[in-house]
Structures are given as structure tokens and as C-alpha cells.
């Protein structure tokens, strides 16, 4: 069975600080991680994307994610925040082996402070 | 490419009465999932199809249907409609639905039951 944690549901930061929000995840086989946002009233937007390549990922709007199988953790990072990156972020594991099966985390809201 | 769409966008309903909402899927994608998002348990999978065959299905009543036509596009109908119904139903589209594929999301149907 595969699982996927988000370790926080709110995270707040300053303006031009880091973020950082956590996933860790499940899986009895090779995993493929997603991370998506979601801005209020909006479908989800595909940030970036790891399956088995690169262990660093970077995706789009300056986040990227390393992928970390010792600790089965897809933490997802940008270095400077923006007040446009207000909203939640979905971390999602499918895992190989078929027919795509999708777990989502509980989402992780990101508030950033002005 | 076009993304994927939904319609409507915004519905309100009574209790008892039934709905059927659209999903276009990217163009040449024949996967198309469908996903309910409320505050309570975040995104829960309802069902996938692939080439006009329901391929998973995920734990909702029977209440809930779907299908696909012969040009990828989908519906999802649900039928005696209760309070708890009230979502953000989200449709994702991708090439095969495999494993490791990226699904492309839609904007969403928000449904209110009155």
C-alpha cells in the first residue's frame, strides 16, 4: 500500500524568506512524486515531478524537490517567497507497477506575510 | 494545446435532484480521472477512464457514475443528490494513465447542494 504525508497543514513565512514544506511517503515500489498547487478557486497546477531520474528536481515559478529514498522524503523548497505563492500545495505519489493509482496528501497551505 | 475544461463551472442543486458534469481531456489524452475536493477529506479519487472503459474506481456509493465517449470526453453524473455531495469535483486528463504519468487538471465544477 502506498501512503503520502504532508507534515504540515499551514505554513507561514515572511516574504523573500525560504520555504519549505514536507512530504514524506509510502511505497512498496519504485514511486513517482508530484508536487501540485492550488490557488483559491483554481484547478491544480503541476509543479514539478520526479520518477526516477535526477534526485533534485526543479519545477516551475523557482521551487524544486529533492527526492531522498533513505528517508522516503520529497520535500518541496524555494528559496525566496513571494506574495504570489499564497496557496496550498498537494504532494502525490503514484507508484509503478500498472495503471496509475494516485494518493494525494492533505494539502499544505502557504501563507506569506508581506 | 488546449487544457483540459470542465462546465459547468459553478452548479447549485437541491437534495434528491441528480447532476452530470463535463470533463474535455487534452487533446490526443486518453485517460480521464475524476476527483472530489471538500475542507473535510481533501482530494479523494471517484473513478478513472481509459478508452471508454471505467479502468479503478475508488471507495464512493454507487451514486456516483461515469463515463467516457469514443473522443476521450467525460461525464460524471451523481444522483440523489445529498448535502455532503457539496464539492469542488476536479478532473484530471493524461495520455495512458500509467504509472508515473502526469495528470493535467482541470479548473473544476464547484457543486452546491441546497
Known amino acids: 500500500a502506498q501512503s503520502v504525508t504532508q507534515l504540515d497543514s499551514h505554513v507561514s513565512v515572511s516574504e523573500g524568506t525560504p520555504v519549505l514544506l514536507r512530504c514524506n511517503y509510502s511505497?512498496?515500489?519504485?514511486?513517482?512524486l508530484f508536487w501540485y498547487v492550488q490557488h483559491p478557486n483554481k484547478g491544480l497546477q503541476l509543479l514539478l515531478k520526479y520518477t526516477s531520474a535526477a534526485t533534485l528536481v526543479k519545477g516551475i515559478n523557482g521551487f524544486e524537490a529533492e527526492f531522498k529514498k533513505s528517508e522516503t522524503s520529497f520535500h518541496l523548497t524555494k528559496p525566496s517567497a513571494h506574495m504570489s505563492d499564497a496557496a496550498e500545495y498537494f504532494c502525490v505519489v503514484t507508484f509503478s507497477g500498472g495503471y496509475q493509482k494516485v494518493t494525494f496528501g492533505i494539502g499544505t497551505k502557504l501563507q506569506v506575510i508581506p | 494545446k488546449a487544457g483540459v475544461t470542465q462546465t459547468p463551472r459553478y452548479l447549485i442543486k437541491t437534495r434528491g435532484q441528480q447532476v452530470t458534469l463535463s470533463c474535455s481531456p487534452i487533446?490526443?489524452?486518453?485517460?480521464v480521472s475524476w476527483y472530489q475536493q471538500t475542507p473535510g477529506q481533501g482530494l479523494q479519487f471517484l473513478f478513472e477512464y481509459f478508452s471508454e472503459t471505467q479502468r479503478n474506481k475508488g471507495n464512493f456509493p454507487g451514486r456516483f457514475s461515469g463515463r467516457q465517449f469514443s473522443n476521450s470526453r467525460s461525464e460524471m453524473n451523481v444522483s440523489t443528490l445529498e448535502l455532503g455531495d457539496s464539492a469542488l469535483y476536479l478532473c484530471?486528463?493524461?495520455?495512458?494513465?500509467?504509472?508515473?504519468?502526469?495528470?493535467?487538471f482541470g479548473p473544476g465544477t464547484r457543486l452546491l447542494v441546497l
Open positions: 511505497s512498496s515500489y519504485s514511486p513517482s
Open positions: 484530471a486528463s493524461s495520455f495512458t494513465g500509467t504509472s508515473g504519468e502526469t495528470q493535467y
Open positions: 487533446s490526443g489524452h486518453r485517460s
